[in-house]
């Protein structure tokens, strides 16, 4: 009996060994727990509550509505439109093919679409989501939104879209906004959070570009809570986004319009400048495009239409345009040589119909010669002769820098993509280009803006204005930005003499108004809106000896891409000049007889504020103006 | 807790599972009364039943969560592994008090309660259930060391866990894999969570983030960002601890530790007292198990185990946990209660 309890007691000893061990084992185990525990609660505390803050939070960048543009008198040219769309998120859950085939039964969807919508998707993270449809109408737009509950995923959006309400009219100027390119990931810095807004569109082209800082505007950042799922369950905070800022452009949009249509059956351009503050009041370029096309994403073919066309419509011309000036340079020259001293205007040269430098013949374009010719003369009836014995007295450097005085071959500041600088040659230039020496004969051909010199259209309207006025005009496209207007320094004289400029002024009054000018055709009669200008025809081709003694082939019988451009400048009125003007017709042929009745047209419009008056022109004149003005303002009400 | 990862909703979670409670608590209480002996003669009859329900799972169970744990009985579906831990908890203990002392470490004698623990071990991992079968298999074990087996054996075990572990991953992609991909998946989530932070070590992830953003004091009750907005998976389930942690904090989740620790010691100095030698080995077996239920679960959510569905005892979702834990503890208080009861 005792062995018995003695091994009892052994027994129970032994369990109570074992069952300590079980037990401080486990407590042992416990407290590695409360170990892990404490090292993620209470060490690593901070670096999960931050990714738990990460989770909680999203962070929804908001778009800022992109500035309006709008014209000198307030209308509107470019705005934002509400644009119904359609977004669908990335799920798993969600069965796609299902959710995309209720959704056709809606709003039309093509089958490509579907596979492609569902390829896109799988690529995205999960809750991000993608555009399925875009510009619904309201009543699409409507029927999606009834039927939410049976289309898991979809969410409908409404977000803005740019419009031009000029369409087609004012293309160039205003350009057209469009999704970031990798090109244009240049002008932004890695982080600027506007790039990760989906979509989001800047400034491709144009004023959009050139003012894409004002008109942008800043993001708005909103915090949202979500959920696992990505649903939002409350707004934390908000930074709204503020707007870009309004322009408004110193254009006429009435003027334009009518720009546009007188050179409807042009490939052509025409700029006209507000003499009293720079402001360009018109600049149209034909043929032009739809930018509201680009807005939406512009189909392949559309666009290849556009690439391939000879009269490249995407040009603006006004300022992308590099044309040999012609004899609208004729004034430079002539002004270089008054400054200079070189000349009298009363001075005298013969014109037999070519001069002879080292017997090559340069040719004036009057086969048999204006016989004995002025200053006055030489530009009324833009004798080359006469020019070619000017420039060789003055010489290229001077001419140069009498170009770029009035603004020819130097880049205008202005807001806006696409401007070519022109080109005055020098010495050095020619060196450096064409590894030539300079020639005489190169100075020659400068002296009646042939050769290598190149101008752009604004430029000529420039150099006009600075004509006009003696004063160094610059150009300008804004008038005011938020309401504010920009304040333009007050233009500085160009340190010209006055009777150089009043010498020029009487020439080119002349070009018009006398019955010898190349231009009378398109005189104006009110004396309270005299014309002033000077007509161009830019050679593209060389004329060879055979042909001159042949007798030279008319324009008409050329083909089109061999005749001559048709150029004009002038200014209106011109006992007190208020714009200036500049037409180029590419191809057009004669400047008198195809530019300078446009550059007539439209000055006279924005001098009237409405569409010319017929007694405003010669008698003669009046008939065909009458179906020209019926014409475009039939097509003015129908717009 | 459940009424706060159901976001105030009493209805969802909270209301059934303080039925069950109400249910397990008069389940629990009548056990406790009923005689020691009573059980003592259940305990075969509950172990070969529970290795039935594992054979009939075997072949006719349901599908839950991608494993074949589940029985269904008309619109009652419950696990046979949770009966079966309490049956071979039973089971060893009448073996132990039947065998004479003398023979305990005996080679025959001990192969035959390797046996036992065996089968229903063998029955479980293939469900796949990795986690109850080393649960099973831990707590056998355990009650063989609690019984005065020798040491020698247990050092035999310690040292072939190593080489079962490299025959394990020896395993994967052969003809002969031990155990599923999909345990695979859940060992490949624990050792590396952050390779595929949105798949399988998302939940590890996920449960981490809520844990240590719960700081010392927590949240506050029902603030937890990660499992109010969901970002918790199972979180009235398995990782409900992870709630609690993040809503009370380190306080919350060590003063839930101590609570269970409270329980744990009481039962060894329930089984120590025991007069009884079946009514010992029973509470250090079923204290095991109750141990082997919060440590697994708790190792897991923080990190330091696989994700094996191991619930939180009492705390959990889910009807045969909650009925097997407290009817556990009916059986420790019965034993408790007849800790004097000598057998005859």
């Known amino acids: 009996m005792e062995i018995n309890s003695l091994k009892k007691n052994i027994l129970e000893k032994k369990f109570g060994r074992r069952s300590f061990l079980i037990g401080a084992s486990q407590l042992l185990l416990v407290g590695l727990l409360i170990r892990q525990i404490r090292q993620i609660q209470l060490n690593e505390a901070e670096k999960y509550k931050l990714l738990a803050e990460e989770n909680r939070i999203d962070i929804e960048i908001m778009p800022p509505l992109r500035g309006i543009i709008f014209d000198r008198e307030g209308i509107i040219l470019a705005k934002n439109k509400e644009n119904y769309r359609i977004k669908i998120l990335r799920v798993e859950t969600i069965n796609l093919p299902s959710v995309l085939d209720n959704l056709s039964q809606l709003i039309k969807i093509r089958d490509e679409r579907k596979i492609e919508i569902i390829q896109k998707l799988e690529k995205k993270r999960s809750n991000s989501s993608i555009v399925i449809a875009e510009n619904l109408t309201w009543s699409e737009f409507k029927r999606v939104l009834v039927n939410l509950p049976s289309l898991q995923g979809i969410v409908p959006e409404v977000d803005f879209k740019r419009f031009y309400t000029q369409k087609e009219f004012l293309a160039h100027l205003l350009g057209y906004v469009g999704v970031i390119s990798p090109k244009d990931l240049q002008r932004f810095s890695k982080n600027d959070p506007i790039l990760q807004i989906q979509d989001f569109k800047i400034g491709k082209v144009g004023v959009e570009k050139g003012l894409d800082m004002y008109l942008r505007g800043q993001v708005g950042l909103g915090k949202f809570e979500v959920n696992a799922s990505g649903k939002i369950i409350r707004k934390l905070g908000e930074e709204p986004s503020s707007s870009g800022k309004d322009i408004h452009l110193t254009i006429d949009a009435n003027l334009q319009k009518f720009s546009m249509l007188r050179i409807k059956e042009y490939s052509a351009s025409a700029v006209i400048i507000d003499l009293s503050n720079g402001g360009i009041i018109s600049m149209a370029s034909n043929p032009s495009y739809n930018p509201n096309k680009f807005v939406e994403g512009i189909s392949k073919k559309d666009w290849n239409i556009l690439l391939k066309s000879k009269n490249q419509p995407l040009a603006n011309k006004a300022i992308s345009g590099n044309y040999p000036p012609g004899s609208t340079f004729k004034m430079i020259v002539a002004i270089a040589a008054l400054e200079e001293n070189l000349i009298n205007p009363e001075d005298i040269f013969e014109c037999n119909g070519f001069y002879e430098l080292e017997e090559r013949k340069f040719h004036c374009w009057k086969y048999s010669g204006h016989g004995s010719t002025n200053l006055l003369k030489g530009i009324e009836e833009s004798c080359d002769v006469y020019f070619y014995n000017l420039a060789e007295r003055v010489g290229i450097d001077r001419i140069a820098k009498t170009a770029r005085k009035f603004g020819i071959g130097v880049t205008p500041d202005l807001p806006i993509s696409g401007i070519s600088k022109g080109l005055i040659p020098t010495k050095k230039w020619k060196k450096n280009n064409k590894n030539q020496s300079w020639f005489t004969g190169d100075t020659l051909n400068s002296g009646i803006g042939q050769g290598f010199i190149l101008s752009t259209p604004v430029q000529i309207a420039i150099m006009t204005a600075r004509i006009a006025t003696g004063l160094e005009i610059k150009p300008s496209l804004i008038k005011a930005i938020n309401g504010i207007p920009i304040k333009h320094n007050k233009p500085i004289s160009l340190g010209i003499k006055k009777s150089t400029l009043d010498v020029i002024r009487q020439a080119m009054f002349g070009v018009v108004n006398n019955k010898s000018g190349t231009a009378f055709n398109s005189r104006l009669i009110n004396e309270n809106k005299i014309l002033a200008g000077k007509t161009g025809t830019s050679q593209i081709r060389q004329i060879s000896e055979e042909e001159r003694t042949k007798g030279i082939i008319k324009n008409e019988d050329l083909p089109r891409n061999q005749r001559d451009h048709a150029l004009f400048t002038g200014y209106v009125p011109f006992t007190n000049p208020k714009f200036s003007v500049s037409v180029v017709v590419e191809h057009g042929g004669g400047g008198g007889k195809v530019a300078a009745p446009i550059a007539r047209d439209i000055l006279l419009y924005a001098l009237n504020g409405a569409l010319p008056n017929l007694q405003e022109y010669p008698a003669e004149e009046r008939n065909k103006m009458e179906s020209i003005i019926n014409n475009i303002k039939r097509e003015m009400i129908s717009i | ?344």
């Open chain 2, 1 to 344: 807790m459940l009424y706060s990862v159901a976001d105030g909703d009493y209805d969802k979670w909270s209301k059934p599972q303080f039925e069950r409670f109400l249910i397990g608590f008069v389940i629990m209480l009548v056990m406790g009364f009923i005689n020691i002996d009573f059980w003592r003669a259940c305990a075969p009859f509950i172990y070969f039943v529970g290795v039935l329900l594992l054979l009939s799972v075997f072949f006719f169970g349901d599908y839950g969560g991608g494993a074949k744990r589940w029985l269904e009985f008309g619109s009652f579906r419950f696990q046979p592994s949770e009966i079966m831990k309490v049956g071979l908890v039973m089971f060893l203990s009448i073996y132990y008090d039947w065998l004479k002392p003398k023979n305990t470490s005996k080679l025959f004698w001990v192969i035959i309660p390797i046996i036992i623990i065996f089968l229903p071990t063998a029955l479980i991992i293939p469900q796949p259930d990795l986690g109850t079968g080393i649960i099973i298999a831990m707590t056998g074990v355990t009650m063989m060391f609690a019984a005065g087996v020798h040491y020698f054996y247990f050092l035999i075990i310690v040292l072939l866990i190593p080489a079962f572990l490299t025959l394990l991953f020896y395993s994967r992609d052969t003809s002969w894999q031990l155990v599923t991909d999909y345990q695979f998946n859940r060992i490949d989530a624990f050792l590396n969570p952050g390779k595929d932070p949105l798949g399988v070590g998302y939940q590890i992830t996920q449960s981490k983030i809520a844990l240590g953003s719960g700081g010392l004091e927590g949240k506050g009750f029902m603030q937890g960002s990660q499992s109010q907005l969901d970002f918790l998976p199972y979180k009235h389930t398995d990782f409900i601890f992870t709630t609690i942690a993040e809503e009370f904090g380190f306080f919350g989740g060590v003063g839930l530790l101590l609570i269970y620790s409270t329980i744990l010691i009481f039962c060894l100095f329930s089984a120590f007292k025991n007069r009884n030698r079946f009514g010992s080995l029973l509470t250090i077996g079923l204290s095991t198990i109750f141990f082997s239920y919060f440590f697994v679960n708790i190792a897991a959510v923080t990190g330091m185990a696989p994700v094996t569905g191991v619930p939180l005892p009492l705390i959990s979702y889910g009807g045969s946990a909650m009925l097997v834990v407290l009817g556990t503890f009916g059986l420790i208080q019965s034993s408790h209660v007849h800790r004097l009861l000598k057998k005859d």
